[in-house]
């Protein structure tokens, strides 16, 4: 079975930094993308950031130049470092990864528990 484990969130002032981390585990051939997707109470998740198997990423453009999503392929692990943070980041952070279970399988999405970050002003 597949499972997405986050951590690394907390309680931070404005301004400070975060590093999150989100290890896959489990049997499977490979991954695909990794994502970091948001939810703060009464909106709607919202994609982050994500980086694909080859490495080209992708920002939603409120955390340009503040956060940067990185992988580590050997370790199946996708990190997210936040840098700047605002109070307006504050919310559940869940990691996504689209993986292919074998060779020949079609790739499913997985997600991970998710990790609360809050900002403090």
């Known amino acids: 079975q597949v499972q997405l484990v986050e951590s690394g969130g907390g309680l931070v002032q404005a301004g400070g930094s975060l590093r999150l981390s989100c290890v896959a585990s489990g049997i499977f051939f490979r991954i695909h993308t990794m994502s970091w997707y948001r939810q703060a109470p009464g909106k709607q998740r919202e994609l982050v950031a994500q980086?694909?198997?080859?490495?080209?990423?992708n920002y939603r453009d409120s955390v340009k130049d503040r956060f940067t999503v990185s992988r580590d392929n050997a370790k199946k692990t996708v990190y997210l470092q936040m840098d700047s943070l605002k109070p307006e980041d504050t919310a559940v952070y869940s990691c996504?990864?689209?993986?292919?279970?074998?060779?020949?399988?079609?790739?499913?999405?997985?997600w991970g528990q998710g990790t609360q970050v809050t900002v403090s002003s």
């Open positions: 980086i694909t198997s080859s490495g080209t990423t």
């Open positions: 996504n990864a689209v993986i292919f279970r074998t060779s020949l399988a079609a790739p499913a999405n997985y």
